[in-house]
């Protein structure tokens, strides 16, 4: 089956009255999401108490709290950690928010933010600065709750590219001692891109910031196209992930200014991703594939491919790794046909799949949730996924004028989606019950309030490219 790039459930509808209501609604969510954001970075005015694991922490300057609602499954989850890829889309939305104010000295403090987390990076970044669990946090925990600890031996071989393939930190600099998915290898090149977007707008370059690109785009290379556990960190899925390939691609081709000695290693590492990237497309279902199999039988894993519908092989953490990338030109940027044909896929696989869906109102595109094998909390509708269709919508209008109109209703149909998802009070969970639309998982998520300023700021961009 083809899937065509104008969608499958719905057809922008927009008039020019309620595109400026929308406008009006963004506007103010984005001052709310930019509050939350901040108050998520540098949280040093709170204490996450893990009696169980005789665990105090208190947050660093320049530390990103996934969420600072403090939890502990329950039923909420426990998300007071400075994950790496989290806190990277944070980063990017910084740099955006950079641009987006106008008040100089509100623009000078985003400034600062961006550096501090920079500076945090650093650290954890760096055998020499990250701080170790105490000798004594098994002793420390209780007897019950130690079959969560990793090992001595684990924590001792965190050096190196180890150190850097961890997915999240304490964020007060320390090494996390419970386990968790590993390893991961999309965190540095996430933060890469982040620092390379902000340069690119006109960032204020520092040692310490070059130091930390520089790191991160070399561990990129080192690790491009290799196995890990990918975005969503299902500990059964150590594969290859086109999210995490396509990333690394991404940092790469952004980067090459800064391949030095390196520009022939750089080259293959190129190749060697775009080649891997390609065997992720289905043919016969017209679309990309979230993993691929590491068997040696290509042909026998194209049989299995072809033998599953379309709507059980995507994943919206495609259309994220295609956003986030930001390829300038084809295959994979968001101008490729395939990647519109993924879109739609998702699009008409969440609208049957989701009751909230089924009678939403005329003009709102469905609401996106992760797989539709996902079962996380219920497995719903997420704000990243469904601001990241708005996002890639927004930035095919940029991309190709001739087509801005229809594709900038495609984004606000998407946009409006997310306003109907959201409360009164602009507050941002991680997930919404896809029966209900109540909030579900991890309250105030920083990658949801993160993942709107960016959207935003890429509808200012489409809106004014095509004035």
Known sequence: MAWHDSGTSHKPSFSRVEQLELGTWITRQTTISAHHLSRAISASGLCRERVEFGQRVIPARGSVLASRVIANWDPEPDYFFHWVRDAAVAMRAVADLVKMVEDPAEQQAWHQCFHDMVEFSLAISREQLVKQPPADYRQRTQRNCRRFLRTQTRLNSLHGDKLLAEPRFNPDGSIDFLKWSRPQLDGPALRALACLAYLADGGTRTPQLLSLLQGDLEFTLRQAGRRSIGPWEEPHEYS????????????????????????????????????????????????????????????????????????????????????????????????????????????????????????????????????????????????????????????????????????????????????????????????????????????????????????????????????
């Open 240 to 467: 290859h992930h086109y999210h995490v390939a396509l990333v690394q691609l991404g940092a790469l081709v952004h980067g090459r200014q800064f391949a030095g000695a390196n520009a022939m290693q750089w080259q293959r590492a190129e190749r060697k991703l775009r080649a891997g990237l390609e065997l992720h497309w289905s043919a016969q279902q017209q679309v990309f594939t979230a993993i691929r199999t590491t068997k040696r039988n290509n042909e026998s894993n194209k049989m299995e491919l072809e033998a599953v519908g379309a709507e059980q092989l995507v994943d919206a953490a495609i259309l994220l790794a295609i956003m986030e990338a930001d390829l300038p030109e084809l295959p994979h940027s968001v101008l490729d046909p395939r990647a519109a044909s993924t879109l739609a896929a998702l699009e008409h696989a969440f609208s049957a799949a989701f009751p909230i869906n089924h009678n939403r109102p005329q003009g709102l595109a469905p609401a996106l949730g992760r797989s539709l094998a996902d079962n996380y909390f219920g497995g719903g509708a997420w704000y990243a996924t469904t601001l990241g269709a708005a996002a890639f919508c927004y930035r095919h209008a940029v991309a190709e004028p001739g087509t801005a109109a229809h594709w900038l209703a495609r984004g606000d149909a998407w946009m409006a989606t997310v306003r109907w998802m959201t409360p009164a009070d602009g507050s941002m969970s991680e997930q919404v019950d896809r029966a209900t639309k109540q909030p579900r998982s991890a309250q105030h998520l920083t990658w949801s309030y993160a993942a709107f300023v960016s959207a935003a700021r890429l509808r200012t961009i489409a809106i004014e490219s095509g004035t």
